[in-house]
């Protein structure tokens, strides 16, 4: 019996031995990766510890080794987080928004300013539009002073000419007529200066003047022959009526028609005021 055991017992004992090989091998196979990926000098490393197997690698051709490191993040509280700044995040977001907020009253200011343009061009055209209307109510007001002021000027230079006509007339003998009694009349008449002159030198501008002798009466100095004429001509109410007694107005016109006709020769000497 014990030699049938016996037997067995050898069977049993190869069979444990070539699973032991078989073990160490598939082992060996599974730590060859980390040799060649692990440095040799590296504290720890599996190929530091080998003894003569490290020895026997070492002695053997050099395999080049890539290491391999992957960075862990350190979620300890007093390491830097490496996910982007919230405040940079919020930063720029204020500064966009702030842009384009800004963006908004630009383009508001602008719709502003262009309606305030509008409103001080409106208001610059009436204070412009109310300068133009001072200025040339001003310079309407200077013309008509400054043409008053050459009126005056004319009226007394006629003035002092006839003034000094008569103190000539006093001193020097004989006729005085230098003017053709039928005269080419001026095409726009006499100013009212020049028949104030005339009027002036004929009757000192009275216009009921009646002459020494009675045959020149009026402003004008007309023979009753004369104004009866011109009067039938032109105005027959008054045929007839005294030059003298006739209302300046009917004097002014009698003595424009009478100039149209037969132009200043009419009045032989005073007529020289006249153009």
């Not at 091998?25 to 040799?40: D, G, M, N, R, S």
């Not at 028609?257 to 007529?271: E, K």
Request: aromatic letters at 6%.
């Amino acid at each position: 019996m014990s030699g049938g055991e016996g037997d067995g017992a050898l069977d049993v004992e190869p069979t444990v031995e070539r699973w032991r090989v078989v073990v160490v091998a598939l082992a060996t196979i599974a730590a060859l990766p980390l040799f060649v990926l692990e440095k040799p000098s590296s504290p720890g490393a599996l190929t530091g510890t080998a003894g003569a197997a490290t020895r026997a690698l070492v002695d053997a051709p050099q395999i080049e080794t890539i290491e391999l490191v992957v960075a862990t993040p350190d979620r300890s509280p007093s390491a830097a987080s490496p996910d982007p700044s919230v405040s940079d995040l919020s930063s720029r977001a204020r500064d966009w928004h702030q842009a384009r907020s800004t963006r908004e009253v630009q383009d508001q200011m602008a719709v502003v300013a262009h309606e305030h343009e509008a409103e001080a061009l409106a208001v610059a055209r009436l204070v412009a539009a109310d300068e133009f209307a001072e200025r040339a109510k001003l310079e309407s007001l200077l013309a008509s002073r400054q043409v008053e002021a050459d009126r005056q000027a004319e009226r007394a230079r006629l003035r002092a000419e006839e003034l000094k006509r008569r103190e000539e007339a006093m001193v020097t003998p004989g006729p005085t007529t230098t003017i053709p009694w039928d005269s080419e009349p001026h095409p726009h008449g006499p100013s009212d200066i020049q028949w104030e002159a005339l009027r002036f030198c004929e009757a000192t501008g009275n216009y009921s003047a009646v002459n020494p002798t009675g045959t020149y009466r009026g402003a004008y100095q007309f023979s009753r022959q004369t104004w009866d004429w011109i009067a039938g001509l032109n105005f027959e109410h008054l045929v007839g009526v005294d030059p003298a007694a006739a209302m300046p107005a009917d004097q002014d016109r009698m003595a424009q028609a009478l100039y149209d006709l037969r132009g200043r020769g009419q009045w032989p000497v005073c007529g020289r005021y006249l153009p």
